[in-house]
């Protein structure tokens, strides 16, 4: 069977190599070379594996139009785990080579410290990990996520971290129960002092660095997760970059995490916060509408294009997107993390 040359670009510019069959796929066999690309779900539903064919002949399997639409596709978009080569393929990939690993990833046991309803329908969910060989402490980039395996069965679900890095090990985050779901089912019942098994951190949905350039942060629902954890990394760090929050949600009881909103505006002053309500009640006070009303109206005036950092339902993201590239932000602006079934 003919083996091809597949070359990743990374946005750094470097590059990794590898040999992958055509009944294999990108993802598989980079596996099998130790190469540990960024991916989750590899089912094609995901969306966390994506980069862009520049050079070669491809076949890409059955992928969710949700991970990777039709316009993505049209550009050389794939997905790793559903693209088998045809000849030697070049790829860009859109995260640094740090992100690429060569050993296993990590996985970890954490004690379940606190679990507590924050708002309807949503669980804050405070883990503390056990000391290992490496110690006890969390290590992770603003923005990353930790798969969480379901007691009982051999199933993971990804869920973001809204804390920083810290030596005491404590891991947070703020989860959606979703009816019948396996995860919301065992946090119905969770327990101070369970035992959970981690794998990670994951994920390449972080800041970047890029000069004096504003930061905008765009999240609806639990997409404000993420973005809480850069943020309290800029304010942990002493960041003065201009930056705003935009946070979205239907009604005022699915609102969270208002009062961690607050303390981190005291250590950022610079920091402008917009509060979107798309159904609001007569006393609701800031703004009526949704995130993309709010960020039409502010990017239309500006001198200095900001970087925005993107986390939502794939509506949201593909909306922020072509509003972005409407109002000439470039792509190298645009950093975004779709939150999907998969």
Not at 301 to 320: E, I, M
Request: a negative charge; hydrophobic letters at 40%; glycine letters at 8%.
């Amino acid at each position: 069977m003919t083996n091809y040359d597949i070359t990743i670009h990374t946005r750094d510019r470097q590059r990794v190599s590898f040999a992958c069959s055509e009944a294999e796929d990108l993802l598989s066999a980079a596996d099998r070379e130790s190469i540990l690309l960024p991916s989750q779900c590899r089912k094609g539903t995901c969306g966390a594996c994506v980069a862009t064919v520049t050079a070669g002949a491809y076949r890409l399997g059955e992928v969710s139009m949700e991970a990777l639409p039709e316009n993505a596709q049209a550009r050389g978009d794939v997905l790793l785990c559903r693209t088998y080569p045809r000849a030697d393929l070049i790829l860009e990939a859109p995260y640094d080579y740090n992100y690429i690993r060569f050993e296993r990833i990590p996985e970890r046991e954490a004690e379940v410290i606190e679990v507590t309803m924050v708002a309807t329908g949503m669980r804050r969910l405070l883990l503390r990990l056990q000391p290992d060989a490496q110690g006890g402490a969390a290590e992770f980039e603003a923005g990353q996520f930790m798969e969480i395996q379901v007691p009982g069965s051999d199933a993971r679900r990804a869920y973001s971290l809204a804390n920083n890095t810290n030596w005491n090990g404590d891991l947070e985050f703020f989860i959606t129960l979703r009816p019948g779901g396996a995860f919301s089912t065992y946090l119905e019942s969770a327990l101070v002092g369970d035992r959970l098994n981690l794998r990670g951190p994951l994920g390449t949905f972080t800041l970047r660095e890029n000069g004096l350039r504003p930061r905008w942060f765009v999240g609806g629902g639990t997409g404000l997760v993420p973005l809480l954890s850069m943020l309290r990394r800029m304010a942990d760090w002493g960041e003065m970059l201009p930056a705003r929050l935009y946070f979205g949600a239907r009604y005022e009881d699915e609102l969270f995490c208002q009062e961690e909103i607050r303390e981190i505006q005291d250590k950022l002053p610079q920091l402008q916060v917009k509060i979107c309500l798309s159904r609001p009640g007569n006393q609701w006070a800031d703004y009526r509408g949704s995130v993309m009303d709010a960020l039409r109206d502010d990017l239309g005036s500006l001198a200095v294009l900001p970087d925005l950092y993107v986390c939502g339902s794939t509506r949201l993201v593909q909306g922020v997107t072509e509003l972005a590239l409407s109002q000439g932000l470039p792509d190298s602006c645009l950093q975004f993390e779709r939150f999907l079934s998969a």
